[in-house]
């Protein structure tokens, strides 16, 4: 379902961003320069905690994932924001380490106090904060994951890119996967750490078994699962072109 709502979103954006890269590209710029000084990035979280004042029954605000679904638009424009300027990506790599310490400690936080909130539906001070702290810590630690991933992934290397070609089709798999090795692993009667284990251990290898042998090698299978399509194959016999001196 969330794939469905990640294309209607783009079609939804495309006008706005076809127009952000076009007529817009000097507005788009003067944002991406503002948002690259110092930590001003991390403001994109505010209007993401704004939404939280919308009522529960406004379009789009049924959760999937933890978030609502029109949380998962405005992560999208976000994306294309932050994709669309080198200065912005390069201000979000130098920032990593604060964002990541930054984000746990937030997201940490959150955990212990809304545990301690004895019912979350009724506005309250601990309410409010433990939502913002979720917001905010959750917008950081994105961040600083792409942070990371630009300093220390930005490589080309054989097992980099085969993990890039296998996202797509993993996380399709993944649900459907997981859920029928727990219903057997949870028979066994193993102590919940070696049942986490297991379900972790088997539900990965199972993936990856069906990625590669059911669909990586066949074009059909690649094109149900969004991947492009396998190069062709040189004739059998067929010589490369010599260069003509």
């Known amino acids: 379902m969330y794939l469905l709502y990640l294309f209607l979103f783009s079609i939804l954006l495309y006008p706005l961003l076809r127009w952000l890269k076009g007529n817009g590209g000097g507005f788009l710029s003067r944002l991406d320069g503002w948002l690259s000084k110092s930590v001003v990035v991390y403001i994109l979280a505010l209007p993401i905690l704004l939404l939280y004042l919308l009522p529960s029954d406004f379009p789009l605000m049924d959760e999937n994932g933890g978030w609502p679904y029109l949380f998962y638009l405005v992560f999208t424009l976000w994306g294309f924001v932050i994709i669309s300027d080198e200065a912005l990506r390069d201000r979000i790599r ?14 940490a936080g959150f955990s212990i106090i809304y545990n301690q909130i004895a019912d ?17 810590g959750g917008w950081i630690a994105v961040l600083a994951f792409f942070g990371l991933a630009m300093q220390y992934l930005n ?3 054989a097992r980099l890119d085969y993990a890039n070609e296998a996202v797509l089709p993993f996380y399709i798999l993944h649900q459907t996967v997981i859920l029928a090795v727990g219903y057997f692993v949870l028979q066994w009667g193993l102590p919940d750490v070696l049942e986490w284990a297991a379900v972790v251990v088997i539900s990965f290898a199972t993936i990856m078994v069906i990625y590669e042998y059911l669909v990586r090698r066949w074009n059909v299978m690649r094109f149900l699962f969004g991947m492009k399509p396998l ?10 072109p010599q260069l003509v001196r």
Do not use: K, Y
């Not at 130098?94 to 997201?107: E, H, M, Y």
């Not at 190069?231 to 490369?240: L, N, V, Y």
């Open 120 to 136: 979350p539906d009724i506005m309250s001070p601990a309410v409010i904060l433990a939502g913002s702290m979720r917001t905010f």
């Open 155 to 157: 490589m080309r290397t």
């Open 94 to 107: 130098q920032l990593r380490w604060v964002s990541l310490t930054v984000g746990l400690a937030l997201v």
């Open 231 to 240: 190069p062709p194959r040189p004739a059998e016999g067929a010589t490369q």
